[in-house]
C-alpha cells in the first residue's frame, strides 16, 4: 500500500491554492484587530459629530 502524504492545513486536496484574502480573513487575530479598530474609528467620528453640534454661546 502506498502511504498518503499529510496535505498542509492550507492546501486543498485538489490541488488548487487557496486565494491570499481568504488566509488572510481566516486569521481570527486578524478580525478581531480589524473589528476594533472599526469600532475605534467609528466612535471617534461619531464624538466629532457631537462636538461639531454644539450649541455655542454668543
Not at 487557496?18 to 464624538?47: C, K, T
Amino acid at each position: 500500500m502506498a502511504e498518503q502524504q499529510p496535505t498542509p492545513e492550507r492546501e486543498p486536496r485538489d490541488g488548487a491554492r487557496v486565494p491570499v484574502m481568504q488566509e488572510i480573513y481566516d486569521n481570527i487575530w486578524f478580525l478581531f484587530l480589524v473589528s476594533g479598530v472599526i469600532i475605534l474609528v467609528s466612535y471617534i467620528i461619531w464624538a466629532l459629530i457631537d462636538l461639531i453640534n454644539v450649541p455655542t454661546l454668543r
